[in-house]
């Protein structure tokens, strides 16, 4: 297994210059929203589902109490020369009460050309963080998706640990945390998978103008069985109160692939979100 500097460098270099590759997803794809993408539909939902375009960390610092919650969807179609639909849909929603968060998070995508289905997937999420005291909180979390073309059809992680906000002053946030998990699953080989895990990630947020912000998401994840960098830059724009648009170039990294698979993917989103409140 490669030392983790070069895989952050990978991950790094690949944002910039590679090309886009067939997705694969696992648990361990945006944790925190999680993304996983198996094609352009599903990344378009999962801008949504991973990221909200104000919130610039995680924890619960900074937190409205109360409920909140968002909807995204998209769908295609083609016929003629060629007979192709795609359809996505996501949402999000969670409370907070001043001291626990609680956050939930819901995802679907299929696709298919003529009668063969290309992509079939879905992902449930949940969070818990609460406050210690200043910036330092606890979370846990369960993340499970299915997935019928990617390398696991089947991949569940649960884990906990602790969180600290490095910087929050207004214009920049940036927030780390870390913890041991546990993760069951199923490859596309059929061959099951029990193993203990670790993850570190890191969230920053930068405000450019008044609405405008430039996010930064990087999940480093490690397993007995391969590592995973993810790395999730994006631009959003704030259009309305309730209506803005996100921009994302979405790059993982994958020790370990399967054979036919590249160890570097990229995926280029563009979607609108609608918020509700």
């Known amino acids: 297994m490669k030392p983790l500097l070069k895989q952050i460098f990978a991950a790094s270099v690949a944002s910039a210059m590679a090309l886009p590759a067939v997705a694969q997803s696992t648990t361990f794809d945006k944790q925190n929203a999680a993304s996983d993408a198996v094609d352009a539909v599903e990344e378009k939902v999962n801008d949504d589902f991973n990221r909200s375009y104000d919130r610039g960390g995680f924890g619960n610092q900074g937190r409205s109490t109360g409920w909140y919650g968002s909807v995204s969807a998209t769908a295609n179609a083609t016929s003629g020369n060629t007979d192709t639909t795609d359809l996505g849909i996501g949402t999000k929603f969670g409370f907070y009460d001043g001291t626990n968060g609680h956050d939930v998070r819901l995802s679907y995508s299929l696709s298919k ?17 609460r406050n210690f005291n200043g910036d330092l909180f606890g979370y846990g979390k369960l993340t499970t998706i299915y997935d019928e073309f990617g390398t696991f059809e089947r991949d569940t992680f649960v884990g906990a640990g602790i969180g600290y906000r490095v910087v929050d002053n207004g214009s920049t946030t940036w927030t780390v945390q870390a913890g041991p998990g546990y993760r069951v699953a199923k ?47 994006g631009i959003n724009v704030k259009m309305t109160d309730a209506l803005a648009m996100r921009t994302s170039l979405l790059t993982k990294y994958n020790s370990e692939p399967l054979a036919g698979f590249d160890e570097i993917d990229n995926s280029l989103g563009v979607s609108l979100v609608y918020t509700f409140n």
């Open 187 to 233: 490859d596309a080989a059929g061959t099951e998978i029990e193993e203990t895990a670790a993850s570190l990630t890191s969230k920053a947020s930068f405000e450019l103008a008044d609405g405008t912000f430039l996010t930064n998401d990087t999940d480093v994840l490690w397993s007995e069985s391969n590592t995973l960098v993810t790395n999730d830059l």
């Open 113 to 129: 050309d003529g009668n063969t289905t290309t992509a079939n997937s879905g992902l449930l999420g949940y969070d818990y963080t």
